[in-house]
């Protein structure tokens, strides 16, 4: 099998209009600015792609990235980003994901794939090192995200399709890769609009052998020590999955429940990733390769079903006040083959059935009533009768309708189940999250809930605070690798794991700037540049962050973005939870002044020309 | 413009006008689902036919007229009040439509205050403010366009058996709708037209030029100055034209909303107590003593006069005189206006005091009342809006030139 | 002047305007028989120390407040006004009073209904001229902000339109320690949505001499103080007559048929997001542009709103409706950076356009034209004039 | 809804200024009684006025106020400040405590306060008339010329009263008023 040292840099570069494709290789001071993945995929568009497109229209392209860590056995690293404009927010979404279509791509010999133009029947693109070949999906069109993948695969060893949900233009469809997503900001509908069904890709074509090896495995073992050392990865994640959340955003008054309007609930264990452990003999199934093993299948009721991510849980279960894991599990599985985002499809329901209480409209949706739920759900990938109201998402549909105070979105992209009024800092993150509503961008609830390494209440220093985690992700996810190393390689260097938690708490809460500063972090960029041969220091790695993160700004500006979407949903800001006696809301406006400020935008939220320069962004 | 440091400013009255405005009601008595409105008005009125107007206007809509009591006296009281009230609740009515000039539409306020509070005896609800909750609904439908009571919050009556004047003063004795339609002032004949303007005129005039002003106020009273010195003369020499009633109409609305709020000066000081001693009718006492009051007041309002004289003049005029003389031009105009005024009704237009006669033709006025109307004139409210400050001999200076018909010697008054 | 063959004019509200102005709440609600208000706010539109001066001037009173309710979300919504219902009850209270513009007062007006109507639904009123009967005493203390209803007779609940004389407020109390703008955005917005309205209530299709005169005063109030609010925004003189213009802007244009400016000012700020006091600015010089095509549009007295007697008098009548044009002109340029040239700068992606036409024409039910609206858009976006 | 968050308010009393009005109430009732002794103009003044004139200048809602009338002599005298079983014929209410204050302190003179609608008058309008021209030349009685000038709309020339008659006027005036005589 040939060999790929370090990065192919080929990207191949697909027009579905004319039908033609070609290739083109990476700069290696685009490579050194922006890592790849994310990063690297936004440079691409922003060079590529003007303002102000219609994100369903012609001239949007979706870039599929593949990481410098894919394929090397780094470990968690099996994982591709995919970068497009989104037709539920109207700007900028990333997404990251763990199924095979990654791999197979990279062992094509390809480091991207850029998709652009529009075909005008339905089609499948069919890739291999010599490129791609465009091929009639007539008789795909239709069928569901596993059909599609089994038809696929005959031609390779891994497919991204999209569902109905994509072909219907549903403006929070997903893509489909194994029996993972891209979840997010409905790239399905996307391709649904360019009438792409999937892109497969033969694969095992090369080997990819890091540069320095020697460096690398010694990497690779204290990578997974620490990941094996860690109770979180290797014991919470490992057993029960991302639902262990369940009880922690429980316990921490953090979990959506009715909408978003208690914050905590009795029941809430009965769909704890422990309860599901012991009911449903729950076996892994994960992404490839990893290490932590989060991802999961039981048996419910009598059929095989994955174990849906706390996010579904949380959204599908406590926020609408139902508390059977198997009845979420199927609506789950509705989701996944109809290629629906499960948060957005949650918080859309959770909308209408306040809705419908309210008299806003009429349905038969009622908290705490599964029924009609997976009805609801067909109609929407299916746009039908109510449906395809709901499937222009909560923003367009309070808009409409009215209801926009308990609209759980930011940017038009529903927020996923963790309450911000428990977690300030996370509530920052939020509204300051390039792509809307995004609990990976920072995923600070972990931080000042589960581990309380912050107070969640405070103000002081979570701007530094998020800021520092907004770039540590962003370059995370352009490296790429799975955000989930997160807690075993920030928590595990020495420094942190033997500094006592309330001592941290103090530090953290009060004097974040330094805290970050002293943050060790060097794990990741290690991995980077053994494989690439190129040196990384880890402040170079986090100003790649940051360089990441200001320029999807920076483009989301150029797309209207400014202070006034910077914001949260009424409810966060007006109504206390029902589990919080003092009935606090968040106070964001003092935390978002200071944000810009540390950020180098401007008081409107715009990105300063010397910030810009600074990151050698030129601007357009 | 200049914002005073505090003003306040209310007119709840909806204001419709047109030349078939009147055909409205029905719809707007349905707003305040009333459908048996009871008529109140006065001979003069329904002499000149007007009623059967409002009655076409509103035949066949659904709503009923219950009943037409057209027996004001020109000085209504508390009898009357009591006995209107007494038919309104026998015949049921709901609402009330009040058609003619002060006289008619204070009675009817009278008269809602009664049925709307069950009251025994109305005269417990004097004063500022009793009034709290909200009447009957309630059209007033202006005859005269001078007065502006219909805009007003104000309710004046009379108890003849006591002898007492009473004033009700509550936002909620503003009509519901008042509803200006050129049909009701077309009959108007010329001599009684133009003291009614005239009197519209006063309002609008000391609305802006006394101590009460502020920036709505004087926006509508401008307004209202304007539409009257343009369509005034028009409309006495051709009493039918409707455009010009209509305008008319609209000032003397305009200035009701002005002079509600603003308040007025000595022109009313002297009116009333005129009015009161004599028996003058309001309308001819502003337009004597219009001209007077401003010359004395001069030098306290020579700006805002300026301004007035913008109005009164137009814009051709007022750019082509020099700023300093803009006051004394305006006062020259009402002049000028009066003496028109006289001319166009062949005399029957009084310019002075002396000039004023009753039906009989004999002298309303004679000279040796003038130190009674100025001692009642001392306890008229309305002295304190008037810029300068006066006393007894004030007023007589005053009065005697208004009633020989000679301008003020300037130099005798005294200048604070 | 002649008046028009047939208009109506309607305002329900005392204004008290100045010094010590809220001191009289307590007396003027006493006159409506009431005692016991609920107060309205949103903490994050105005600044904090209101709250104080507010409970301050109602001092030696006899009045209690129900409560102070300071979260109003910024847009009203059922849900919100039901729980406030539910307060206004438990406490006993018999009126409102609301503090600020935008969705505090479309809350009051929401909460008023159902509290003082009985119903559980107030949607049944959506519409024109749908409620049955009065409503409880309302009192709006306007603040530095607002969005161009507040003094009018309508309401904007979960963005459904309610229009109905009996929802104007009963007493406006513009106090002048209320109104101080926090900075010359704030400023600019605000004398933007009374000067839009202003302007429109000039139009010869609605030209009705009452209406003209709030007008009239709306405009004199711009004229003097928009270039010093935009030089000294916290001046309290400058900013008090500016409030006071927007009181009668806004009254003026409850008066008159809605104008295209508003309407798609409006309709551009629902659909971006953007203040509707920026959409009007950047909308206004274009829309004017445009409607100079046929000068019938216009009242040429709109023109001694912007200037004083003596320059009226002495404009050619030809040159005054042009002057006027300028004369805003120049004032909007005298804003500079806090007004954009154009929609594109304000990077409003051009396929959203058509969209914000066709919501415009809907809000108006149709009383303004589509291809005016687009041909404005059009040229607002491209930033040149038609 | 947490509604204890929003709980109900009774604004405070504004004890510093009901006392200074209460004193400056107290002095100008006390201060036109004398007046009524020592001046001719408001001797005449008081003559025309009802037998049972009986007056209250106050504070709406609750007070501070002073009574002032004629006993059954027919003298003119400070009745205290509870109006309590006397048969009030003229009542002149401010409308507020900070109005009543922008009028001791002279910040807003008797004119301007009327003019701008922050007092309230119920009874026969013809005494009220009289009894604001006594204030007035009280005011001059009391205070010197510079607040007067804003305080009145046009300040008493010599013709009207001569330095010698405001002086002297003025020392009875301020005795009486303290000795209450």
Redesign the interface.
């Known amino acids: 099998m040939k060999e790929i040292i370090g990065t192919s840099n080929k990207v191949l570069e697909v027009d579905l209009t004319s039908g033609t494709f070609s290739e083109f290789t990476i700069s290696d001071q685009d490579r050194k600015l922006y890592l790849g993945g994310k990063g690297l995929g936004l440079k691409l568009l922003y060079d590529r792609m003007p303002?102000?497109?219609?994100p369903l229209?012609e001239e949007n392209q979706v870039a599929f990235m593949m990481g410098v860590l894919l394929g090397t056995g780094a470990p968690c690293a099996g994982r591709f980003a995919a970068v497009t404009k989104s037709p539920l927010t109207?700007i900028m979404v990333s997404s990251s994901c763990g199924g095979p279509f990654g791999m197979a791509l990279k062992t094509s010999g390809w480091d991207g794939l850029i998709i652009k133009g529009k075909s005008d029947k339905p089609v499948y693109i069919s890739i291999d090192s010599a490129g791609a070949i465009i091929k009639d999906a007539g008789d795909l069109w239709g069928k569901d995200t596993h059909q599609a993948q089994e038809v696929l695969n005959q031609e390779g060893s891994g497919a991204v399709v999209i569902g109905p949900a994509g072909e219907n233009l549903v403006s929070y469809a997903n893509l489909c890769s194994g029996h993972r997503f891209l979840g997010r900001g409905g790239m399905g509908a996307v391709l649904g609009s360019k009438n792409l069904k999937g892109i497969v890709a033969k694969g095992k074509e090369f080997k990819i052998i890091p540069k320095n090896k020697a460096k690398f495995d010694k990497h690779k073992k204290k990578a997974l020590k620490y990941i094996n050392a860690n109770p979180v990865s290797s014991d919470k994640y490992r057993n029960y999955g991302t639902n262990t959340h369940v009880n922690l955003c429980n316990q921490g008054g953090i979990l959506p429940v009715r909408n978003f309007t208690k914050g905590a609930h009795g029941e809430a264990h009965k769909v704890s990733g422990e309860t599901i452990k012991d009911r449903y003999d729950t076996k892994f199934s994960t992404c490839k390769p990893c290490s932590i093993l989060c991802g999961h299948k039981g048996t419910f009721d009598g059929q095989e079903r994955a174990v849906p991510e706390y996010e579904t849980v949380g959204l599908f279960g406590p926020n609408l006040e139902i508390f059977d894991p198997v009845k979420i599990s199927e609506w789950n599985e509705i989701c996944s083959l109809a290629g629906l985002d499960t948060i957005s499809a949650g918080v859309t329901i959770g909308w209408a059935m306040?809705a419908t209480e309210?008299?806003?409209i009429e349905s038969n949706l009622k908290f705490g009533s599964p029924e009609g739920v997976s009805d609801i759900l067909k109609d929407i990938s299916e746009r039908k009768g109510l449906g395809a109201d709901l499937a222009m998402g909560t923003r367009a549909l309070?808009?409409?309708?009215?209801?926009?105070?308990?609209a759980i979105q930011v940017k038009g992209m529903e927020v996923p189940a963790y309450d911000p009024r428990g977690c300030f800092g996370h509530a920052l993150g939020y509204a300051t999250a390039n792509r809307g509503a995004c609990h990976l961008s920072t995923a600070a609830f972990s931080v000042e809930v589960f581990f309380k390494m912050a107070d969640p209440y405070a103000l002081r220093g979570k701007a530094s605070f998020i800021k520092f985690m907004e770039n540590l992700y962003a370059a995370v996810n352009s490296l790429h690798i799975c955000q989930l190393t997160a807690f075993p390689f920030q928590l595990e260097p020495p420094l942190i794991k033997f500094t006592p938690v309330p001592l941290l708490n103090i530090f953290v809460t009060n004097f974040s700037a330094i805290a970050m500063r002293l943050m060790d972090v060097s794990l990741w960029p290690e991995f980077w540049s053994s494989t690439t041969g190129v040196k990384l220091s880890m402040f170079d790695f986090l100003k790649v962050g940051e360089r990441v993160h200001v320029l999807e700004r920076y483009m989301n500006?150029?797309?209207?973005?400014?202070k006034?979407?910077d914001t949260l949903p009424?409810r966060f800001?007006?109504?206390?939870r029902t589990c919080d006696?003092k009935?606090r809301?968040v106070p964001l406006?003092k935390m978002l002044k200071r944000y810009y400020q540390v950020r180098g935008f401007d008081q409107n939220g715009i990105p300063k020309d010397k910030t810009l320069k600074k990151f050698k962004i030129e601007k357009k | 413009m200049q914002v005073p440091s505090y003003y306040e400013f209310c007119c709840r009255v909806k204001t419709v006008s047109g030349h078939n405005a009147l055909e409205k009601i029905p719809s707007f008595l349905d707003k305040l689902d009333a459908k048996a409105p009871m008529i109140i008005t006065d001979k003069g009125v329904t002499g000149a036919g007007l009623i059967t107007i409002v009655e076409e206007a509103i035949k066949g809509s659904g709503v009923e007229i219950k009943a037409v009591c057209d027996d004001v006296p020109p000085d209504s009281d508390l009898k009357v009040v009591n006995e209107l009230a007494k038919v309104y609740q026998e015949k049921g009515c709901d609402s009330i439509i009040a058609v003619g000039g002060g006289s008619p539409i204070d009675t009817a306020k009278g008269v809602n205050i009664v049925v709307s509070e069950n009251a025994t005896d109305l005269m417990q609800f004097a004063g500022v403010g009793v009034i709290k909750k909200r009447l009957k609904p309630m059209i007033a439908i202006p005859t005269t366009s001078g007065t502006g009571s219909e805009m007003t919050l104000v309710a004046v009556i009379a108890d003849h058996e006591k002898n007492v004047k009473m004033a009700f003063v509550s936002y909620f004795l503003l009509p519901d709708f008042a509803i200006l339609d050129s049909r009701m002032t077309k009959t108007l004949p010329p001599f009684i037209t133009a003291p009614t303007a005239m009197d519209a005129m006063t309002h609008a005039i000391e609305a802006y030029t006394c101590l009460g002003k502020n920036p709505v106020s004087d926006a509508t009273a401008l307004k209202a100055i304007e539409m009257i010195s343009l369509n005034l003369l028009k409309v006495v020499k051709k009493p039918d034209d409707l455009d010009g009633r209509l305008a008319l109409a609209n000032a003397s609305a305009l200035a009701g909303m002005s002079f509600s709020n603003s308040m007025v000066g000595m022109v009313h000081t002297l009116g009333h107590a005129t009015g009161g001693v004599c028996h003058v009718p309001h309308g001819v006492c502003m337009s004597i003593f219009l001209p007077y009051a401003l010359e004395y007041n001069m030098h306290k309002i020579k700006n805002d006069l300026a301004e007035v004289y913008f109005a009164l003049a137009g814009q051709e005029e007022y750019a082509k005189t020099a700023p300093g003389e803009r006051a004394e031009k305006a006062i020259t105009f009402v002049r000028q206006l009066n003496q028109d005024l006289h001319d166009a009704t062949d005399g029957k237009h009084a310019r002075c005091l002396k000039e004023v006669f009753d039906r009989e033709g004999n002298p309303m006025v004679p000279k040796d009342k003038l130190s009674d109307i100025v001692k009642t004139a001392l306890g008229d409210a309305s002295q304190f809006y008037n810029p300068e400050d006066f006393d007894y001999n004030d007023l007589m200076f005053v009065i005697e030139h208004a009633w020989e018909g000679t301008p003020l010697d300037r130099s005798k008054i005294k200048k604070g | 002047m002649q008046s028009p063959d047939y208009y109506e004019f309607f305002n329900q509200a005392k204004i008290i305007a100045g010094n010590k102005g809220m001191d009289n709440i307590p007396l003027e609600l006493d006159g409506f028989n009431a005692q016991k208000p609920l107060v309205l706010m949103n903490k994050r539109k105005t600044s904090s120390c209101l709250k104080r001066k507010f409970i301050n001037a109602l001092g030696d009173s006899n009045m209690t407040v129900g409560a102070i309710f300071d979260d109003v979300a910024d847009k009203a919504g059922i849900g919100q006004i039901n729980d406030l219902v539910g307060l206004f009850r438990a406490r006993g209270c018999d009126s409102m009073v609301a503090i600020g513009g935008g969705g505090v007062v479309d809350v009051a007006k929401g909460v008023n209904m159902i509290v003082s109507l009985g119903v559980k639904d107030i949607f049944q009123f959506a519409g024109e001229n749908k409620i049955p009967d009065h409503l409880n005493p309302l009192v709006i203390v306007p603040t530095s902000y607002a969005t161009g209803y507040e003094m009018t007779n309508k309401a904007l609940i979960d963005n459904k339109r309610f229009i109905s004389d009996f929802l104007s407020p009963d007493v406006i109390v513009v106090d002048n320690s209320m109104v101080k703008f926090r900075n010359n955005q704030e400023a600019t917005y605000l004398s933007l949505i009374s000067l839009v309205q202003a302007v429109e209530s000039y139009l010869e299709a609605a030209h009705n001499p009452v209406a003209t005169s709030y007008a009239y005063v709306a405009l004199q109030a711009i004229k003097d103080n928009f270039t010093k609010a935009i030089a000294k925004p916290n001046n309290k003189k400058v900013s008090l007559a500016l409030v006071n213009g927007m009181v009668s802007g806004q009254i003026s244009f409850a008066n008159s048929s809605p104008g295209i400016v508003f309407a798609l000012g409006e309709a551009l700020s629902f659909i971006t997001g953007h203040e509707i006091g920026l959409s009007l600015g950047v909308i206004l010089p274009y829309a004017l542009d445009y409607k100079l095509k046929n000068k019938s549009n216009f009242s040429s007295e709109i023109w001694l709103g912007l200037s004083d007697f003596d320059e009226y008098a002495t404009t050619p009548e030809s040159e005054k409706i042009d002057k006027a044009i300028l004369f805003i002109k120049g004032l909007l340029s005298g804003a500079g950076a806090l007004i954009p040239k154009s929609l594109k700068e304000l990077n409003i992606s051009k396929n959203k356009l058509e969209d914000i036409a066709s919501l415009a024409v809907e809000n108006t039910n149709n009383k303004v034209n589509l291809a005016d609206c687009q041909k404005i858009l059009e040229s607002a976006w491209q930033g040149e004039p038609i | 809804m947490n509604y204890n968050k929003y709980p109900q308010i009774n604004p405070k009393s504004k004890f510093i200024k009901r006392i200074y009005v209460s004193v400056m109430l107290f002095v100008v009732g006390r201060a036109i009684a004398a007046a009524a002794k020592s001046d001719k103009v408001v001797k005449e003044e008081f003559k025309n006025l009802r037998d049972d004139f009986m007056m209250r200048l106050g504070v709406t809602p609750n007070g501070p106020e002073m009574i002032l009338g004629k006993n059954e002599k027919g003298v003119v005298k400070y009745m205290g400040w509870n109006s309590k079983g006397k048969k009030i014929t003229m009542n002149m209410q401010i409308k507020n405590l900070e109005a009543a204050m922008l009028m001791f302190t002279f910040q807003e003179s008797t004119t301007v306060a009327t003019a701008r609608d922050r007092l309230a008058v119920s009874g026969d309008l013809p005494d009220a008339c009289a009894f604001v021209r006594i204030l007035d030349i009280v005011e001059t009685y009391l205070l010197p010329k510079i607040i007067v000038k804003f305080a009145v709309k046009r300040y008493p020339k010599w013709s009207q009263m001569s330095p010698l008659r405001k002086y002297v006027g003025r020392v009875l005036v301020y005795t009486r008023t303290l000795l209450g005589i």
């Open positions: 303002a102000g497109v219609d229209g109207g306040e309210k008299g806003l309070s808009k409409k309708y009215g209801g926009e105070d308990f500006t150029r797309e209207g973005i400014s006034k979407d009424a800001l007006t109504e206390g006696a009935g809301t406006e």
